[in-house]
């Protein structure tokens, strides 16, 4: 039974977040994901998270939000829009940057504002408890995401919403107390399969099952070392992430544009070649990058993928 002050405090949490210039905000239970669990441990039973090891960490709170944060009883998914009118992500020159890296490091900028929104409703709820993340703890953030109403689970993986297309952020909130929950949104990819035809690696095996092993994005961020010779052909102009499985999907053509600031891509990225990429000083590479998701990768990496696509673009 829904109480009047489950519905007053799950509409002061929307309004607030969507004041504050979250996106979208959608709300679920917080439960023991079972289907995930059974799918997660296929996938790594399967070898398909690659180098990514860290993914076999922490399975249970993984699956299950009342391990990781004890008290848990809601699960709040926020969405924040990267979305650019125009294509920043290959520039003039041939090389391509993944759109959510081009901005400043969305786990410094949305944690910022998360923190201030836990505030916000702290004052409202003084003996409320939980924690926020953004990317940075084992919560599987496309699952609740598609639980609180925010999209489904497109054939490429990700998170699609039929206004925001699938350029964006999710960040989450574990809360103590319980809330007026929102119902799953049903699939709206129909027959369309460009995500699957368009990979080069075919790292999307079946519809909604991408394997890391193959993933691109596997390869020129979490790899660490020497790419082997298929893969760094593949890899063709992308010196950091690969965006071609959202670049062909209808509903990101359609989507409405971000408008954090925050998040505006860097020019200045585009006005280099591919030989100049690989020529990178150590101290311009942290000139360039301080700040930004692509600090992720090491320097020595960064020039292993620069010199891939010096060596593509030739």
């Not at 070898?47 to 939000?65: F, L, Q, Y």
């Not at 000083?281 to 292993?304: C, H, I, M, P, S």
Request: hydrophobic fraction near 35%; charged fraction near 25%; glycine fraction near 6%.
């Amino acid at each position: 039974m829904i109480t009047q002050e489950q519905a007053r405090w799950t509409q002061f949490i929307r309004n607030t977040a969507l004041e504050m210039g979250f996106d979208a905000i959608g709300f679920a239970q917080a439960t023991y994901l079972e289907d995930d669990d059974r799918r997660l441990s296929t996938w790594l039973e399967q070898g398909r998270n690659g180098t990514m090891s860290w993914m076999e960490n922490n399975h249970d709170k993984r699956v299950d939000p009342r391990l990781l944060v004890p008290g848990t009883q809601s699960v709040i998914s926020l969405l924040v829009s990267y979305h650019r009118k125009d294509d920043h992500s290959q520039s003039n020159k041939g090389v391509s940057f993944a759109r959510y890296a081009q901005g400043r490091d969305y786990h410094r900028v949305i944690k910022k504002k998360l923190k201030l929104l836990y505030q916000r409703i702290q004052q409202e709820i003084p003996f409320v408890e939980g924690r926020y993340f953004v990317d940075s703890a084992p919560v599987l953030e496309r699952s609740w995401a598609q639980r609180s109403g925010l999209g489904w689970i497109g054939k490429n993986g990700n998170l699609l919403n039929k206004q925001l297309g699938s350029y964006f952020f999710i960040a989450d909130i574990l809360l103590n107390i319980p809330l007026l929950y929102d119902h799953p949104t049903t699939d709206h990819c129909g027959t369309c399969r460009r995500c699957i035809d368009a990979c080069p690696t075919d790292a999307i095996y079946e519809p909604q099952k991408v394997d890391g092993a193959k993933c691109i994005s596997h390869w020129n961020i979490e790899h660490d070392g020497e790419i082997p010779s298929f893969f760094q052909e593949k890899i063709g102009n992308w010196i950091f992430g690969c965006d071609i499985c959202q670049e062909v999907c209808p509903w990101n053509r359609k989507a409405l544009l971000g408008h954090w600031p925050e998040f505006q891509p860097n020019d200045n990225w585009m006005s280099l070649t591919p030989l100049e990429w690989s020529q990178l000083q150590e101290e311009e590479y942290e000139e360039y990058f301080n700040g930004t998701a692509v600090r992720r990768v090491k320097y020595k990496d960064f020039l292993r993928n620069a010199t891939i696509v010096l060596k593509n673009h030739q």
